[in-house]
């Protein structure tokens, strides 16, 4: 905080003054609880779209307690994920960096970690702004879903998980939500993978069977010991195959407290319930602070578990339900908050991991998200409807009241921002691309730091923003789009997910530029006729590309397919495997 209220006076806007002053005119108790660190609740929502909540314009679904935080805070209506699904966005949220940047995007067609038992995940030497945060003395919490993986060697050495990188505790899912852990629903992997892993177990079942027979003819000199290890390869295939169809969620949705499993296969019904007690124990344990809470929501991701208080309520079926229960939630730690005194000394945040899922459809039902006036939707890299979320900040009593502020913005912002907040300074040895909010959210900045922002599909870059500063204006010109199937449909229906390569994609050359400024709807694109500068703002967004393509280097790639195999020694297991079950819960009613 100190830091903040010596920037040289020029910079200083009214609100900055009002800010000083506010602070001055404290009584001497008052000015050292102020300045002191704030207290962090960050809300995470999975695959809610921006079009959903009544602040973004929803008029039907109804969201009382997220709008509060923008009547009371800032609302920031071009906030931008770094990736357009879970793992790579929430792996560049918590390390501020692009998740190519860490290995945590897509190879091998695989976008998000597909086993609680793959070795892939968050790599130990990534540092998180959560871990920074403990170091400046918060007590940092997560509550609800991770998906950024477990286990890198044995069942136990847990290298990927929350307590490894910053977190003093966790009470949640491991791996994320999936159709499969209600037991209900028909499994939801999505069929080319299962495809796929079909396919590598004959054709190692192929090589298994052709070494065998040459080594018994004495053709070809190989150990057994070879052959056992490509049969034992192949027969992790074949399991994850086979538990595509009703395994998983023994061995995916479970749930865990810090290091113990208390709940194998998890109950998904009393999650909501768990989940919110936990967070409120977390604040009211920790209300002395400074903490820092990250409620990292099951809802909005399909299977829509919803208690039987919200089933019914909403004017939008089972989904509308399930995002009017989460609001409620939002309330209820809000209420504490307010309760424990803690609004004022409590910086609010609330976001959404990605676009909502619009090919997410059961029938007529919708189940998945509204991205509003925005181009596609989850698994789009490109199209606004992916990427562009819902951003709020509340601090009562520092931060300006109901502003809106239109410039880009990054959920990437968050790690220095916070990092800032707390007094810690950032990673020196490597590239951080986010930016430090304070400055714009006081208003003593009228623009974003963001001149360019890329948006990559996996590995693969579809589109580029350039925010052109000296005119105000936000250009995107598209490399890659998905292709629509079926066509003018808006989204890829056939397949569920659209892809980020291989033929149900199309390159663009030139790309396609749009000027967001213009057209946020992404509906007409320009061409030399229709706009003047459209040679001289391509050539300006190539050359950014080359210029942060220089910046990138070769990592582990935590999606590649040796790390997204489900491997036996890696299954966190309660009992003995493989007979992972129990329920230590129980008497938690
Ligand atoms: C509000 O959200 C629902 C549920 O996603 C959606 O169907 C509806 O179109 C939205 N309404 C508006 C006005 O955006
Ligand atoms: C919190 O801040 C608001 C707005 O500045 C102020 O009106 C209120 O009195 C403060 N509450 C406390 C408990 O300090
Ligand atoms: C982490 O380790 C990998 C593998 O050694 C390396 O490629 C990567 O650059 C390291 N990341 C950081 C942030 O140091």
């Given at each position: 905080?100190?830091?903040?209220?010596?920037?040289?006076?020029?910079?200083?806007?009214s609100?900055?003054m009002?800010?000083?002053?506010?602070?001055?005119?404290q009584?001497?108790?008052?000015?050292?609880?102020?300045?002191?660190?704030?207290?962090?609740?960050?809300f995470?929502?999975d695959?809610?779209g921006i079009?959903?909540?009544?602040?973004y314009g929803?008029?039907?679904?109804r969201?009382?307690?997220?709008?509060?935080?923008?009547k009371?805070?800032?609302?920031?209506?071009q906030h931008?994920?770094?990736?357009?699904?879970?793992?790579p966005?929430?792996?560049?949220?918590?390390t501020?960096?692009?998740?190519i940047?860490?290995?945590m995007?897509?190879?091998n067609?695989?976008?998000?970690?597909?086993?609680?038992?793959g070795?892939?995940?968050l790599?130990p030497?990534?540092?998180t702004?959560?871990?920074?945060?403990k170091?400046?003395g918060?007590t940092?919490?997560l509550i609800?879903?991770?998906?950024?993986?477990?286990?890198?060697?044995?069942r136990?050495?847990?290298c990927h998980?929350?307590l490894q990188?910053?977190?003093?505790y966790f009470?949640?899912?491991?791996f994320?939500?999936?159709?499969?852990?209600?037991?209900?629903?028909p499994?939801e992997?999505?069929?080319?993978?299962?495809?796929?892993l079909w396919s590598?177990?004959?054709?190692?079942?192929?090589?298994?069977?052709?070494?065998?027979?040459?080594?018994?003819?004495?053709?070809?000199?190989?150990?057994?010991?070879?052959i056992?290890?490509?049969?034992l390869?192949g027969?992790s295939?074949?399991i994850?195959?086979?538990?595509?169809?009703?395994?998983?969620?023994?061995?995916n949705c479970?749930l865990?407290?810090?290091?113990e499993?208390?709940?194998?296969?998890?109950?998904v019904?009393r999650a909501a319930?768990?989940?919110?007690r936990?967070a409120i124990?977390?604040?009211e344990?920790?209300k002395?602070?400074?903490?820092?809470l990250?409620?990292?929501?099951?809802?909005?991701?399909?299977?829509?578990?919803?208690?039987?208080?919200?089933?019914?309520?909403?004017?939008?079926?089972?989904?509308?339900?399930n995002?009017?229960?989460?609001?409620?939630?939002?309330g209820?730690i809000?209420?504490t908050?307010?309760?424990?005194?803690l609004?004022?000394?409590?910086?609010?945040?609330?976001?959404?991991?990605h676009?909502?899922?619009?090919?997410?459809?059961k029938?007529n039902?919708?189940l998945?998200?509204?991205n509003g006036?925005y181009?596609?939707?989850?698994?789009?890299?490109?199209?606004e409807?992916g990427?562009?979320v819902?951003g709020?900040?509340?601090?009562t009593?520092?931060?300006?009241?109901g502003k809106?502020?239109?410039?880009p913005?990054?959920?990437m912002?968050?790690?220095?921002?916070?990092?800032?907040?707390?007094g810690?300074?950032?990673?020196?040895?490597?590239v951080?691309?986010?930016?430090?909010?304070m400055?714009l959210?006081w208003?003593?900045?009228?623009h974003?730091?963001?001149?360019?922002?890329?948006?990559y599909?996996?590995?693969h870059l579809?589109?580029?923003?350039?925010?052109?500063?000296?005119?105000?204006?936000?250009?995107?010109?598209?490399?890659?789009?998905?292709?629509?199937?079926?066509?003018?449909?808006?989204g890829?229906?056939?397949?569920r997910?659209?892809?980020?390569s291989g033929?149900g994609?199309?390159?663009?050359?030139p790309?396609?530029?749009?000027?967001?400024s213009?057209?946020?709807s992404?509906?007409?694109?320009?061409s030399?006729?229709?706009?003047?500068?459209?040679h001289?703002v391509?050539?300006?967004?190539d050359?950014?590309?080359?210029?942060?393509r220089r910046t990138?280097?070769p990592v582990?790639?935590?999606l590649?397919?040796?790390?997204?195999?489900w491997?036996p020694?890696?299954?966190?297991c309660c009992?003995?495997?493989?007979f992972?079950?129990?329920?230590?819960?129980?008497d938690?009613?």
């Amino acid at each position: 905080m100190k830091e903040v209220m010596v920037r040289p006076t020029h910079y200083w806007s009214s609100a900055g003054m009002l800010l000083a002053l506010y602070v001055l005119l404290q009584p001497p108790e008052l000015q050292g609880l102020v300045s002191s660190k704030p207290n962090v609740v960050i809300f995470l929502a999975d695959d809610l779209g921006i079009g959903d909540l009544g602040c973004y314009g929803n008029n039907t679904v109804r969201t009382p307690n997220i709008d509060r935080l923008a009547k009371e805070g800032v609302k920031l209506t071009q906030h931008i994920a770094a990736a357009p699904v879970c793992t790579p966005s929430r792996a560049a949220f918590l390390t501020g960096r692009y998740p190519i940047r860490s290995g945590m995007d897509e190879s091998n067609s695989y976008r998000v970690l597909q086993w609680l038992a793959g070795s892939g995940g968050l790599p130990p030497n990534e540092t998180t702004f959560v871990k920074i945060l403990k170091e400046q003395g918060y007590t940092t919490g997560l509550i609800g879903k991770w998906h950024l993986g477990v286990n890198c060697e044995n069942r136990n050495d847990h290298c990927h998980h929350p307590l490894q990188h910053g977190f003093d505790y966790f009470y949640g899912m491991p791996f994320s939500m999936f159709g499969d852990c209600q037991i209900t629903e028909p499994p939801e992997q999505d069929l080319p993978t299962r495809y796929k892993l079909w396919s590598f177990t004959k054709l190692i079942a192929l090589a298994v069977f052709t070494l065998v027979a040459a080594r018994l003819t004495h053709l070809v000199p190989v150990s057994w010991k070879i052959i056992f290890s490509i049969a034992l390869f192949g027969f992790s295939f074949f399991i994850s195959w086979f538990s595509s169809f009703g395994f998983i969620r023994f061995w995916n949705c479970i749930l865990m407290k810090n290091y113990e499993i208390t709940q194998q296969p998890m109950k998904v019904e009393r999650a909501a319930t768990l989940m919110l007690r936990e967070a409120i124990s977390f604040i009211e344990r920790n209300k002395h602070g400074p903490f820092f809470l990250l409620v990292s929501f099951l809802h909005v991701h399909t299977p829509l578990v919803t208690t039987e208080n919200f089933i019914g309520k909403s004017s939008h079926g089972l989904y509308g339900d399930n995002v009017e229960e989460m609001d409620w939630m939002v309330g209820k730690i809000l209420d504490t908050l307010d309760n424990g005194h803690l609004t004022n000394s409590t910086l609010t945040y609330f976001t959404s991991d990605h676009g909502g899922h619009l090919e997410a459809r059961k029938g007529n039902a919708q189940l998945g998200g509204w991205n509003g006036i925005y181009k596609g939707g989850k698994a789009m890299a490109g199209w606004e409807g992916g990427i562009r979320v819902p951003g709020l900040f509340r601090w009562t009593g520092m931060l300006p009241e109901g502003k809106i502020i239109d410039e880009p913005t990054s959920l990437m912002d968050i790690y220095p921002t916070l990092v800032h907040l707390a007094g810690g300074t950032l990673p020196q040895d490597r590239v951080i691309d986010g930016w430090n909010l304070m400055p714009l959210l006081w208003g003593s900045v009228q623009h974003s730091e963001h001149e360019f922002m890329f948006h990559y599909c996996g590995m693969h870059l579809h589109a580029v923003r350039w925010h052109q500063k000296d005119s105000g204006n936000v250009w995107k010109a598209h490399y890659v789009t998905p292709i629509f199937k079926p066509e003018g449909s808006g989204g890829c229906y056939e397949t569920r997910f659209c892809p980020c390569s291989g033929e149900g994609v199309r390159h663009h050359d030139p790309p396609l530029l749009f000027d967001l400024s213009r057209d946020p709807s992404e509906a007409t694109p320009l061409s030399p006729d229709t706009e003047p500068l459209f040679h001289t703002v391509l050539k300006r967004i190539d050359e950014a590309v080359e210029e942060h393509r220089r910046t990138l280097g070769p990592v582990p790639q935590q999606l590649s397919l040796y790390n997204i195999v489900w491997k036996p020694w890696l299954q966190p297991c309660c009992g003995t495997f493989p007979f992972c079950r129990c329920d230590k819960e129980k008497d938690n009613m």
